[in-house]
């Protein structure tokens, strides 16, 4: 069993950056897909970003269009973990920001998940 512990979200104001991480905690991350997701108050938890598993270093990504050009999803597989270099982030981008785990190919649904973190709270000021 997978479990995972995000780090990074803090306050940033419009225009500024931040890095999350989501290590793999007592277990790796070989053979899963990791998804970024985010649920703001009052709205439903929606997909942000995914990347697949790859034990040749041939890495497919995927983006919510509402990140893409600003967001970037990577993974050290030797570290257990996957992060995401958020930059131009906006208010709209503040959110809980969680990340998930699934073995085999990733998807958008985040009810096709298994494991998930605890959420780091990302809040960007106008």
């Known amino acids: 069993q997978v479990q995972l512990v995000e780090s990074g979200g803090g306050l940033v104001q419009t225009g500024g950056s931040l890095r999350l991480s989501c290590a793999a905690s007592g277990g790796t991350f070989t053979g899963y897909s990791v998804g970024w997701f985010r649920q703001a108050p009052g709205k439903e938890r929606e997909f942000v970003s995914a990347?697949?598993?790859?034990?040749?270093?041939?890495?497919?990504?995927n983006y919510a269009d509402s990140v893409k050009g600003r967001f970037t999803i990577a993974r050290d597989n030797a570290k257990n973990t996957v992060y995401l270099q958020m930059s131009s982030l906006k208010p709209d981008d503040t959110a809980v920001y969680y990340c998930a785990a699934r073995s085999g190919e990733y998807y958008r649904l985040p009810e096709l998940y298994n494991y998930w973190g605890q959420g780091t709270q990302v809040t960007v000021s106008s």
């Open positions: 990347i697949n598993w790859s034990g040749s270093n041939t890495y497919y990504r």
